[in-house]
């Protein structure tokens, strides 16, 4: 089981696990997805708003790493923001559905 987060949105909360199947950040599924339960709340005491959770994206992403993938090091920066502001749409938007 991967890095798990309680983050709290707007919408609602949503429990974000790191998937440890993903090699590179910048590919798939490197955000888990699911409705906290019980059991997620009492595991994981500490809510993160979306907001402040942006910052540890990008260290979420830089720590999985990017694989093969090589560029200039603006291009990889630019890349590694785009994706973080990517999975935190995806994450308030499952907040919303849910």
Same mark, same amino acid.
């Given at each position: /089981?991967?890095?798990?987060?309680?983050?709290?949105?707007?919408?609602?909360?949503?429990?974000?696990?790191?998937?440890?199947?993903?090699?590179?950040?910048?590919?798939? $599924?490197?955000?888990? %997805? $699911?409705? !906290?339960?019980?059991?997620?709340?009492?595991?994981?005491? %500490?809510?993160? !708003?979306?907001?402040?959770?942006?910052?540890?994206?990008?260290?979420?992403? $830089?720590?999985?790493?990017?694989?093969?993938?090589?560029?200039? !090091?603006?291009?990889?920066?630019? /890349?590694?923001?785009?994706?973080?502001?990517?999975?935190?749409?995806?994450?308030?938007?499952?907040?919303?559905?849910?």
């Amino acid at each position: /089981m991967g890095a798990r987060y309680l983050v709290k949105t707007d919408y609602g909360d949503v429990v974000v696990e790191v998937n440890e199947a993903c090699e590179n950040a910048l590919d798939g $599924e490197l955000l888990l %997805l $699911e409705k !906290p339960t019980a059991q997620h709340r009492a595991e994981l005491s %500490l809510e993160t !708003p979306l907001r402040a959770f942006a910052a540890k994206m990008v260290d979420i992403i $830089e720590t999985v790493g990017t694989g093969n993938f090589t560029s200039s !090091p603006r291009l990889l920066q630019m /890349m590694v923001q785009e994706k973080a502001t990517a999975e935190l749409k995806r994450i308030e938007r499952f907040a919303q559905k849910n």
